[in-house]
């Protein structure tokens, strides 16, 4: 495959996107929502929150986009004739998870700039002082929670499953990851499982306000794994079709 219909690809996705369900209300929606919602609970009742807002609410919209919005989209992809077509096509069988990827990453980093806009313009939030930094921790963050999605979409074929599953993987990443209540409230066994989640190690780095490698390495040990799953997944239903 060439360099022009990988990215032709890529622009196709990202234009499906737009008119799927599933993306604009677990990319869009549902994190500006929750953010219009919350913003204005946790300021009034913890001014204090004012400091962290932005990276609160873009943890909880890339978790979000990532864990229940593209597993969903690859078992689409993967479970129907779409892989068939691919083949016959002489696609790489890697070609619809590279896509889904890219364009879910598009779309969440936008989601996370409208944030970033909004959050100090509604509610006085602080704006990060080192935007270049903040922009590149929330990259390492989008990758290795996009990474964990896909993973899980590779992995679950049963689309009831796969609800489930992506729930479980979600569910743990917002309440165990600091931005509902500090994270030493919680009893030792669960802060530990919480920094399982890039959500947790996400959360951190883009509060440092820059790329610490007490943070940084963490979440490239988590996106390392989580690829390696995607390969081992890729290469199964390479065999399996």
Not at 166 to 174: A, D, G, R
Not at 190 to 195: D, F, K, R, S, T
Not at 207 to 230: E, K, M, N, Q, T
Request: hydrophobic share 55%; charged share 10%.
């Amino acid at each position: 495959m060439n360099i022009r219909a990988f990215f032709y690809g890529v622009g196709l996705q990202m234009r499906l996107d737009i008119r799927s369900r599933t993306l604009l209300v677990t990319c869009y929606l549902v994190p500006l929502l929750f953010f219009a919602l919350m913003g204005g609970i946790f300021t009034s009742l913890m001014p204090e929150t004012k400091a962290t807002l932005t990276q609160a609410m873009t943890v909880m919209g890339v978790s979000m986009g990532a864990l229940i919005g593209v597993p969903p989209s690859l078992a689409e992809v993967y479970g129907t004739d779409i892989k068939k077509a691919y083949r016959a096509n002489g696609a790489p069988l890697w070609f619809g998870a590279a896509t889904v990827f890219l364009s879910a990453f598009f779309h969440l980093f936008v989601m996370s700039c409208i944030l970033l806009v909004l959050s100090p313009v509604l509610f006085d939030a602080a704006v990060p002082q080192n935007l270049p930094a903040y922009f590149l921790s929330l990259a390492v963050f989008l990758l290795a929670s996009l990474s964990l999605g896909t993973a899980v979409g590779l992995s679950v074929g049963n689309q009831a499953k796969l609800t489930m599953i992506s729930q479980i993987f979600f569910l743990p990443s917002i309440l165990l990851s600091g931005i509902l209540f500090p994270i030493s409230y919680l009893p030792k066994a669960l802060e530990i499982l919480g920094w399982l989640f890039p959500a947790s190690w996400g959360y951190k780095l883009m509060l440092d306000g820059g790329l610490r490698l007490s943070s940084f390495l963490p979440l490239c040990a988590l996106f390392a794994a989580a690829c390696a799953v995607c390969v081992l997944r890729l290469h199964r239903l390479k065999t399996e079709s």
